[in-house]
C-alpha cells in the first residue's frame, strides 16, 4: 500500500518573499484557484500579520477553496495567531502554521530568548492556534542549524499541545540529502508519538539541493512537503513542486508514496505563476522548462522517433506540455467562448466580465488566426488588470524605429479624466514609449524589471510584458498582453503606476 504525501504549496507566502514577486489580492486569488485545480492538499495563502491586504486575500482564498486546505503562516505571537485565526475562518479545511526558531545562532541573536522561553512560547502559540483549528503546523525555523536534542525537546513538547503537523526547515538551504534524510530518521525515532503527527520538509535551494533534500526527508519519513511552483521563493528559492511531485511519480519504483497531483495542470500553472510575478522560467529549468523535452542533437531525435523512451523518462503531455488547444477564432461565438473558460476553471465575475472579455476576444481574434488557452488567460489576466482603477488610461499611441535614427514614440492618455500628449525619443521604441508616458505621468518611480514573454509560439503570438516599478522602497508589477509588443510594454507601465496609483502595492511581506 502506498502512503499519501501532502504536498503543501507556499507560492503564495515563501513565493511571495521573492523580491518583487509581490501579489495583489486578485492575482493572488487566480494562483490559489489553479493550485486547488492542480491538486494541492494545503495552500500557505500569506502572512496574516504582515498586512490587512494579506489577511484580506488569505480571507478572500479560504472563502472561495473547498478542496485544499487554506493555510496562515504566524510567528509564535499572540497577535499573528489571532491575525491568522481570523484570516483563515470562512475556509472549508483551514489550518494555522506557527513558527520560532530554535538554532542557538537565531535564538541568541534574533529572538534574543533563552531556550526554556523559547519551548514556552512555542508550546503557547500552539495551544492560541488551537482556539481556532484542530489542524495546527509547527515549525522549528532554522532546524538545519538546530542542536537534534533540543528539537527532540521542542517537538515532544509542541505534540503534546496540540500541533498535529511538526515541519523541520532547512531555513538556510545548508543540507545535503543524506544528512537531511538522517535528521528525519532520528526525530522520527526520537521523538514520543511521532506516529501520531505528519512530518513535514521545508528546503530552500541555496546550494541546489531543495528538491533532492526533500526527496531524501520523504524517504525517511516526511508525509508533507513544501514546496512552490517554478521553485520561486526567498533568496535562491524552495523546493520546486514540480520537480518533487514528478520525481515522485516517475520512481515509483523507489518511492512507498504518492501525491493527489494533477501533474497535467503542473504547466499551466507554472505559466500562470511566471506571468504573474514577472519570473521567467528558464528554458532549461526540468520539468518546466521550454526546451526540458526538446531534443537537439540528431542522434537523441533518432533514438525518440525510433521508441520514445531511449532519451525520456516522462512524457511531455503528462505534465501539461502541448495541451495548447486551438479553441477558437474569428468565428467563434459567445457560448463556445463561455464553455472553453468553463473548461478552463476561469470563473468570471458576472455577465459583464463575460461581455468584456469575450470583446477583447473578438478584438484578439481580428489580429490573430488561432486563438490558444494561454491567449484567453491572458486576456483574463488583462480583464483583472482593467479593474485597477485606471488614473492612467491608454487613449492611443505610435511608435517608429528606422535604422541610422534615433527612435520615437508619441502616447496620449486619459489622466483622471483629462487628455494628455507627449513625445519622446529614446534608445529603442519602448524606451521612447516609456519615457513619452513618463514626460506626462512624473511618477518618480524607478524601472527594476522588464520582461516579454510570447504568450504561444510564432511571430502572430501576443506578447506578455511585465514591467516592475518601485516608489519609496514600494515595488509593484505591471502586466499587459498585445500582438505589439510595444503596446503591450506601454500597457503593462500604465498598469504598475496605476497601481501604484491606487495604493494597491505592498510592503515586502516579509516582516
Ligand atoms: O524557511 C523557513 O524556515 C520558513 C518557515 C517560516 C517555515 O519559511
Ligand atoms: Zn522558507
Redesign the pocket.
Known sequence: MTDKLIIFD?TL??GEQSPGASMTKEEKLRIARQLEKLGVDVIEAGFAAASPGDADAIHSIAKVIERSTVCS?ARASEKDVRAAGEAIKPAKHGRI?T?IATSPIHMQHKLRMAPVDVVARAVQAVHWAREYTDDVEF?A???VRSDMDFLVRIFTEVIRAGATTL?V???VGYSLPVLWGERFKQLIARVPNADKVIWST?C?NDLGMASANSLAAVMNGARQV?CTINGLG?RAG?AALEEVVMAIKTRRDIFTCDTGIDTTQIVPTSKLVSSITGYPVQPNKSIVGANAFAHESGIHQDGVLKHRQTYEIMRAEDVGWGANKMVMGKHSGRAAFRARLQELGIVLDGEAAVNAAFARFKDLADKKHEIFDEDLQALVSEGEVAQVSEHYRLVAMGAHSETGSSPVARVVLNVGGKEQQADAQGGGPVDATFKAIEAIAHSGTELLLYSVNNITSGTDAQGEVTVRLAKGGRVVNGQGADTDIVVASAKAYLNALNKIQAGLQRSHPQL
Open positions: 507556499t507566502r515563501d503562516l502554521h513558527f515549525s525555523e532554522d532546524a515541519n526547515p532547512d531555513t521545508h530552500h513544501e526567498e524552495n
